[in-house]
């Protein structure tokens, strides 16, 4: 990769980890779900306008923006909500690798490696030792509720996968749409009308920064950029900056709110990203494999897309 290639994926990295930072300031000013629909609702819009129609059929958007959108950023919202630490969530969600794996054995027919199954049992174990430090210091409920995020996003990335959108922009601006009616009809029905009514009122620019940050930001920036590198890069040679998320994420918190990286914490770290990195190792092909897979549609292999 040319040096501002390099930069640019690391920039893109920094954008998705500082965003958990950010989604914790945002809850701040809004009810979580709520929150998640206006994040949706300002990415969709005006961009939905500016990318052209889908290039997917209308069912991998539905399911993606259902799966990826309502369950996993509502569930990840919910969590960062009742307790759970901004830093701590961006390392957690990396299991999303994991569960993706798992769900590529049971739903694709794909056999994982001996290094796969090793990268597997290390996340696992760091998971474990996330919980441990987590029940420690605040209630679990959050933390499960992150876990249970990450499932979700991994069955967004079996459809994304199933489906091999040729632009990832032009998808993630479509799947947008999706979210934005089930989480505000979801939001009045368990955050009430008051609540909404109340964020909405007392809107400051500091409120709608967060928004635009993880609407455009994370969303439209970090996904256009993302989907930039991959058409120009093998899978494998950009996905491994994604592993960059949760040291942004969990540093940002420590500067911006105070968030305390424990022991514990860098121990989970270590085996978290360190078992998501075997995760991801691709087996090695026969001499043309590179080219082969360097042709793909390269959205199909960037299921590991580390946005908050």
């Known amino acids: 990769m040319r040096p501002a290639h390099v930069l640019l994926a690391v920039l893109v990295a920094a954008v998705w980890g500082v965003n958990f930072t950010v989604i914790e300031v945002g809850l701040g000013h809004f009810p979580p779900l709520l929150f998640s629909a206006l994040r949706f609702l300002v990415a969709a819009l005006p961009a939905v306008f500016l990318v052209g129609p889908p290039k997917v059929a209308w069912k991998w958007i539905v399911g993606v923006g259902l799966a990826l959108g309502v369950a996993k950023f509502g569930l990840l919202f919910i969590g960062m909500d009742v307790g759970m630490p901004g830093g701590l969530s961006s390392l957690v969600l990396q299991i999303q690798a994991v569960f993706t794996a798992l769900l590529a054995v049971g739903l694709l ?65 479509w799947v947008s749409t999706v979210p934005v009616l089930p989480l505000l009809a979801l939001s009045l029905l368990l955050e009430g009308w008051s609540a909404d009514l109340a964020a909405l009122r007392s809107l400051d620019w500091s409120g709608a920064g967060t928004v635009l940050y993880v609407a455009w930001g994370a969303t439209v920036f970090g996904f256009g950029a993302w989907g930039w590198l991959l058409h120009r890069h093998p899978a494998s040679t950009v996905a491994p900056f994604s592993l960059l998320v949760p040291v942004f994420g969990m540093t940002s918190a420590a500067l911006f709110l105070g968030e305390s990286i424990t022991p514990l914490r860098w121990c989970a770290a270590a085996l978290l990203v360190g078992g998501v990195a075997l995760t991801s190792v691709t087996p090695r092909r026969p001499s043309a494999a590179p080219v082969a897979e360097s042709a793909r549609p390269p959205v199909t292999r960037s299921e590991g897309s580390p946005v908050g």
């Open 109 to 173: 027919g794909e056999r994982p490696t001996r290094v796969r199954l090793a990268g597997m049992a290390v996340a696992l174990a760091g998971i474990g030792v996330a919980a441990l430090d987590e029940g420690a210091s605040g209630p679990l409920t959050g933390f499960a509720l992150v876990v249970a995020a990450a499932a979700c996003w991994g069955v967004s990335n079996i459809l994304t996968r199933k489906a091999s959108p040729p632009d990832s922009l032009n998808f993630m601006i």
